[in-house]
């Protein structure tokens, strides 16, 4: 069992920033893909950006320019620096990682979430 601890989330005002870290622990074999979702009140899940193993990066649309993914593999740590925030990124944010145990099983875990409240 893999454990994903997520640290950084709170309060900012419009336009600030914010550093999400996000650290996995437990039974890891060989994490490829990490990557940050966030829902928002009355909304769906959605993807914010995610990162490969090697570093290749993906962002929705709304946090291009502004959101940055980055990871530390030797530490099993992915960190999303989020800034111009804006109201509408107002959401909790959840912690993905993608564990391949063999070479066609993946399992997934989430992180707990942390929110994120952009607000003044």
């Known amino acids: 069992q893999v454990q994903l601890v997520e640290s950084g989330g709170g309060l900012v005002q419009p336009g600030g920033s914010l550093r999400l870290s996000c650290a996995a622990s437990?039974?890891?074999?060989?994490?490829?893909?990490m990557g940050w979702y966030r829902q928002a009140p009355g909304k769906q899940r959605e993807l914010v950006a995610t990162i490969t193993s090697r570093g290749s990066t993906n962002y929705v649309d709304s946090v291009k320019g502004r959101f940055t993914i980055s990871r530390d593999n030797a530490k099993n740590t992915v960190y999303l620096q989020m800034s111009s925030l804006k109201a509408e990124d107002t959401a909790v944010y959840y912690c993905?990682?993608?564990?391949?145990?063999?070479?066609?099983?993946?399992?997934?875990?989430w992180g707990q979430g942390t929110q994120v409240t952009v607000s003044s």
């Open positions: 437990g039974s890891i074999v060989s994490i490829n893909a």
């Open positions: 993905n990682a993608n564990d391949q145990v063999t070479a066609r099983t993946i399992r997934v875990y």
